[in-house]
Nanobody, 124 residues
Framework: QVQLAESGGGLVQTGGSLRLSCAASGRTFDNYAMGWFRQAPGKEREFVAT????????DYADSVKDRFTISRDNAKNTMYLQMNVLKPEDTALYYCALANSGWLTTNPSGYSYWGQGTQVTVTS
């Protein structure tokens, strides 16, 4: 049984920043990679960022490189997504996910557990 809970979403203006958090349950949290995905109205869910089980490796979608930073604190069973220089096209429901292995995974099929999502809205 694994439960994930996102928080930190909100309404910001273009150029602003937000930090999303994902709190995970389970004593094996540090054995698995994690990731962030997002879904905007009328679009399919898309990959945003992923981080290895140890936190030593990360990968990002081209659309968020140099603006977003993924990190994790295994001692606190928490993952973060720092989002800077936000744009209207970043508006979406953001999901936290726990992968099936300890290594980086960009495909949604590589994740077995998902949170309920937190809304991020960026206005002009």
């Amino acid at each position: 049984q694994v439960q994930l809970a996102e928080s930190g979403g909100g309404l910001v203006q273009t150029g602003g920043s937000l930090r999303l958090s994902c709190a995970a349950s389970g004593r094996t949290f540090d054995n698995y990679a994690m990731g962030w995905f997002r879904q905007a109205p009328g679009k399919e869910r898309e990959f945003v960022a992923t981080i290895s089980s140890s936190g030593g490796a990360t990968d990002y979608a081209d659309s968020v490189k140099d603006r977003f930073t993924i990190s994790r604190d295994n001692a606190k069973n928490t993952m973060y997504l720092q989002m800077n220089v936000l744009k209207p096209e970043d508006t979406a429901l953001y999901y936290c996910a726990l992968a099936n292995s300890g290594w980086l995974t960009t495909n949604p099929s590589g994740y077995s557990y998902w949170g309920q999502g937190t809304q991020v809205t960026v206005t002009s």
